[in-house]
């Protein structure tokens, strides 16, 4: 780090024109060098007139700083600078969704079609929101959380399903003799099922290990012991928060934020929620 070219002097208009100006982008590692806190940009906002970034910490900590002088990027003195207009990296590609669908420019949301997309919870819905949620108000298609598929064949009797009122149902861990696939089997031999319902699902135990890893950071998930409750153990492991239902939900947040595009999700995800989409839109 070069700490020679701080000083009182830095503090003044002429000194800061020398520095480069760097627009903020999530994920950038910073270091403010007043107090010497070293974290990840994890938001830019604006806030009281000015742009305020928030930078968190290894440990999970956050404190947010003003925009401006003050910062090391890779020892480098810098001048940070607002979001830049431009797409950042990592993002949808202009024109694009979140999905990699074409945007439909102008377009309203469509009035709610009876047909829905079904998922296990709240956190499988944002994150389903989060990246085909563009597409979806195009279609006219809600996602709705179950909270759960022990109910699904009764939930599933109740909806009726039919022509013109079609249901796809995302389940978790949907392997081969779990308890899921036969729950899927038993809907799917019901009256009505065939051919209006279809049941798909991922290998994973939650929605959240669809993130691909690298997304985050890290080489693999954490690999929680059995007996123990599974985002409980993943938060302990990350070292955040994690006894209570409210760290719980500002964890999952953290996760979700590092989504950007369906390029930050497994392809076993990918594939499954596409397959519903095309169920629920294709004649």
Known sequence: MQYQN?????????ARAQLPEVPVERGMVLEEVQSGWVG???????????????LEDR????????????????????????????????????????????????????????????????HDAELVEKVWGDDLRVEGI???PLHGIDDLTAAVADFRPGPGRRLGVLVDHLVPNSKESRIADAVMASPGAAGNVLIVGHPYVDVWQAIRPAV???RKWPEVPRGQDWKTGILAAFGWPHATKEDIG??????????????DLEASLLGRVEEVIDFLTVP
Not at 6 to 14: E, F, K, N, R, Y
Not at 64 to 69: N, V
Not at 250 to 263: D, I
């Open 250 to 263: 500002l964890g999952w947040q953290k996760l979700l934020g590092a989504v950007r595009t369906y390029a």
């Open 216 to 218: 985050l950071g890290i």
């Open 59 to 122: 440990r999970g900590k956050s404190r947010s700083f003003r925009l401006g002088f003050g910062f090391l990027l890779e020892g480098q003195a810098i001048r940070l600078m607002p979001p830049a207009p431009k797409q950042a990296p990592g993002g949808p590609a202009a024109g694009r969704t979140a999905s990699g669908s074409v945007r439909v420019a102008g377009q309203r949301a469509q009035v709610a079609k009876a047909s829905r997309i079904w998922v296990e919870g709240k």
């Open 40 to 54: 990840a940009v994890t938001r830019v906002e604006k806030s009281g007139g000015m742009h305020v970034v928030a």
């Open 142 to 144: 809600v996602v709705e």
């Open 6 to 14: 701080w000083g009182a002097q830095d503090l003044t208009v002429p």
